[in-house]
């Protein structure tokens, strides 16, 4: 058995990716663009701080995929165009000369935009609860979405494609399909937020579809050795305890659907209360473990897994391959470092937040 804190520091083999460890940074959305969804001097700062850091991998933030309806927030960054595609291009030729990986988040939020009035979902179902404070000037409800018509679904599905070459093109090692949180492709996945009856409404074959079939396409669309990995979550930004109804039953068909169509890794995600909160099932099963045993898929974890105890108790128990952190990364952004030479950890507080965020 290796020791503690090796297991967290041993090597993983990502594909064609020799990953020097098993730390990764989870996305998360800074909104420090001007505006414009260009990455700013600022963010590559931030970002090389995790690379650094001795963070093996560094999954973005979550990134709009077209000009349609896909931005969440207002200095979300982008990768629709020319001038965002430099952007990025500095960002990670910096990452990478610092020794990390680096993957792009895509993201359409769908009806949780916090930067459109006019917004498009699975059905026209009035989100829960409010917006997020900290994210833009817009706050309250968010307006009742449309429902989606086929044009429009295509027009997801192509922007995802698209972002995906071009982050081929610049450098980045793979992308993240986000399926996760509450957002688009959650809101098809998830019964109570899609009420549709043609082939992407219906039973959970049905809902997973839009997220398979990205996946699979933008496998067609990028060479063999790139990246594609998904993420996904139970919980949601504006529905914390929402649990998947049919437990490991829907795992098993998520799971599958999405190993058919192409992923390359699963990124289970548990936002707000911790790994055994958003990562198990009513009846105690951990849904990270069925993918892995399901598929033999990678799988990343995470939920509150900065302590070592915690980030060993995960990959001991067979809950992920990597472990992802968020807060826990903002208070240490030389976290893996840290665990190499035995230094106390940062507690996380909320001002992190204030770091790299519109400097
Ligand atoms: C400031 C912030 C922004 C986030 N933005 C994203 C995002 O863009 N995409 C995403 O999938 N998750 C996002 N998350 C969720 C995190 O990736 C992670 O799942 C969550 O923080 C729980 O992990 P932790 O306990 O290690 O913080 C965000 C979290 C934080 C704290």
Redesign the pocket.
């Known amino acids: 058995m290796l020791e503690t804190s090796n297991m967290i520091l041993s090597p993983f083999q990502l594909k064609h990716l020799c990953l020097k460890n098993r730390a990764v940074v989870?996305?998360?959305?800074?909104v420090s663009t001007k505006g414009n969804g260009v990455p700013t001097a600022s963010m590559i700062e931030y970002y090389k701080r995790f690379a650094e850091g001795e963070f093996s991998l560094i999954i973005t933030?979550?990134t709009y995929t077209d000009h349609s309806y896909s931005q969440a927030y207002p200095n979300q960054p982008g990768l629709i165009n020319d001038a965002q595609l430099d952007g990025w291009h500095h960002l990670v030729d910096k990452v990478k000369k610092s020794g990390s990986s680096i993957i792009l988040?895509l993201?359409h939020a769908g009806a949780l935009s916090q930067h459109l009035s006019d917004t498009r979902s699975a059905s026209d179902v009035q989100p829960l609860r409010a917006m997020l404070p900290g994210y833009s000037q817009k706050q309250g409800a968010f307006p009742k979405p449309h429902a989606m018509n086929l044009e429009e679904i295509k027009t997801v599905k192509l922007g995802f494609i698209e972002t995906a070459k071009r982050a081929e093109q610049i450098g980045f090692d793979g992308v993240e399909v986000?399926a996760?949180?509450g957002y688009l492709l959650d809101q098809f996945l998830t019964d109570y937020t899609n009420r549709r009856e043609d082939c992407y409404g219906g039973n959970l074959l049905n809902r997973v579809r839009l997220s398979s079939e990205i996946l699979q396409e933008i496998k067609w669309a990028v060479s063999s050795e790139f990246i594609v990995g998904i993420?996904l979550s139970q919980g949601k930004v504006n529905d914390f305890d929402y649990l998947w109804p049919g437990g490991v039953d829907d795992g098993a068909v998520i799971f599958k659907s999405l190993q058919q169509a192409g992923a390359d890794y699963i990124h289970f995600?548990?936002?707000?209360q911790?790994f055994d909160h958003g990562c198990l099932t009513r009846g105690g099963e951990s849904l990270p473990q069925l993918a892995s045993s399901l598929t033999q898929l990678p799988v990343i974890a995470?939920?509150?897994?900065?302590t070592v105890s915690e980030a060993t108790r995960i990959l001991k128990n067979g809950h992920g391959d990597l472990i992802?952190?968020?807060?826990?990364a903002l208070a240490n952004p030389d976290w893996p470092q840290k665990i190499i030479q035995g230094d106390t950890l940062k507690a996380f507080q909320p001002d992190y937040?204030a770091e790299g965020v519109a400097l």
């Open positions: 989870a996305p998360m959305s800074r933030e979550g988040q993201m986000h996760a949180n993420r995600a548990s936002e707000g911790g995470n939920g509150g897994l900065e992802s952190l968020g807060k826990g937040f």
